[in-house]
Structure formats: structure tokens, C-alpha cells
């Protein structure tokens, strides 16, 4: 089951420009995080919302949670070339199965 | 480097055959937890386990199984193994049972010829 859709699907901005990924879900869910994935490699942890929250900065990551809309945002803003990666939301359900999903991510190219 | 170490990084095999594939945490973590990555179906939670027993499932397949030894590393066996079964498999590890912020290994490439 797809929990975490990730829109767009691809995305190719300039360096210097700011990047906007958006992630919708569909059950409750505990919090949700964003991680980064450089070509076939480990995804790393970027930030977790949690859900009673409604944003949270960290750096350059501004993400947005909305409950009400299932829905979460990430920013990247001021983009660099090591910013082109793969970017997934995770959500983390209330339920006890399929504790965690993962999006199908979103491919960010940024151009120097 | 997450701390997270796979072994081995890249394993080609046949259609019925059995493979183990190993993860280290990252020293204190207490939780392990094993993905599947795949064109087709994304990244995939297969299961959890924290501090050696068994936490969580996800759309892990019966011909798959895993454990966590005393000293926190962890092994995910396939078997029986089909076409379907090539993917990229991530282990990643948390301090503690909650889902919060993972630390994933450099992942296992399998491929089923």
C-alpha cells in the first residue's frame, strides 16, 4: 500500500533556486520524515514533523505539516548542485502494520 | 558514513536459491530495521527489531525471514528466491523502538538471475 505520494515526480531547478516537494498521505499518522537519497546509496534523515506540529526548520529544510490535508511540504531554499538527489517522505502510522511507508520520492536536479 | 555496515554490497544468485544478508547498527542502536528498494515497488518496510525481538511487519514475504542476535546485528534470509526478489535491501538502525530517525547502511544490490 502507498501511503506517501510525493509530487512532482522529477524536478530541475537552477542553483540558487528554491525547490518545493510535496507529499500527501492517507491515514493517521504518528510523525513524518524526509530523508535524501544520492543515487543507489542510503537514504539519510533530514527532519521529522511531528504531527501535532505544523512546521519545523532546519537550515536551508523549512517543512510543513497539514493534518487536516494529509499533506506535508518540504523547501529546500537557496538550492546547490549537492542538493540533486532523491527525496522520500515517510510517514509513520498509528496502525501496527506497515508501520512505516515511504513515498515514491521526488528526483530534484539542480543545475549549476 | 551512517555507521550502518552491510555486508556483502553486491550478491548474484539464481532463481531458488538462498541468501543472508548482514547488517551491523550503529553502536548503541538498538533497533534494526530492513528495507526492500525496487523500481517497481519503491522502498518497501519489511520488518523491525528492537533489542532482539521482533517490533514490527510490513510487506515482508513468508519466503523471507530475519533475526537480531544478542549483539544487535541482524540477518535477513531469503529463500527460495525469484526474478522479483532483485532489489536493493537497506537495513537501517535507531536509538530506540520509535521510527525516529533512521541511519541507513549503504544497502545489499541483489540480483536473481
Known amino acids: 500500500s502507498q501511503q506517501g505520494e510525493e509530487d512532482p515526480q522529477a524536478l530541475s531547478i537552477q542553483e540558487g533556486e528554491n525547490a518545493t516537494m510535496n507529499c500527501s498521505y492517507k491515514?493517521?499518522?504518528?510523525?513524518l520524515q524526509w530523508y535524501r537519497q544520492n543515487s543507489g546509496r542510503g537514504l539519510v534523515h533530514l527532519i521529522l514533523i511531528r504531527s501535532n506540529e505544523r512546521e519545523k526548520h532546519s537550515g536551508r529544510l523549512r517543512v510543513t505539516l497539514d493534518t487536516s490535508k494529509k499533506s506535508s511540504s518540504l523547501l529546500i531554499t537557496a538550492s546547490r548542485a549537492a542538493d540533486t538527489a532523491s527525496y522520500f517522505c515517510?510517514?509513520?502510522?498509528?496502525?501496527?502494520?506497515?508501520?512505516?511507508?515511504f513515498g515514491p520520492g521526488t528526483s530534484l536536479s539542480v543545475i549549476p | 558514513d551512517s555507521g550502518v555496515t552491510q555486508t556483502p554490497k553486491h550478491l548474484i544468485t539464481a532463481t531458488g536459491q538462498r541468501v543472508t544478508l548482514r547488517c551491523s547498527p550503529r553502536?548503541?542502536?538498538?533497533?534494526v530495521y530492513w528495507y526492500q528498494q525496487s523500481l517497481d515497488q519503491g522502498l518497501q518496510f519489511l520488518i523491525q527489531y528492537y533489542n532482539g525481538e521482533e517490533r514490527a511487519k510490513g510487506n515482508i514475504l513468508e519466503r523471507f525471514s530475519a533475526q537480531q542476535f544478542p549483539d544487535l546485528h541482524s540477518e535477513l534470509n531469503l529463500s527460495s528466491l525469484e526474478l522479483g526478489d532483485s532489489a536493493l535491501y537497506f537495513c537501517?538502525?535507531?536509538?530506540?523502538?520509535?521510527?525516529?530517525?533512521?541511519?541507513f547502511g549503504p544497502g545489499t544490490r541483489l540480483t536473481v538471475l
Open positions: 553502536s548503541g542502536d538498538l533497533s
Open positions: 515517510a510517514t509513520e502510522q498509528k496502525t501496527s502494520y506497515d508501520k512505516v511507508i
Open positions: 537501517a538502525s535507531s536509538a530506540d523502538s520509535s521510527y525516529n530517525e533512521q541511519f
Open positions: 491515514t493517521s499518522i504518528n510523525n
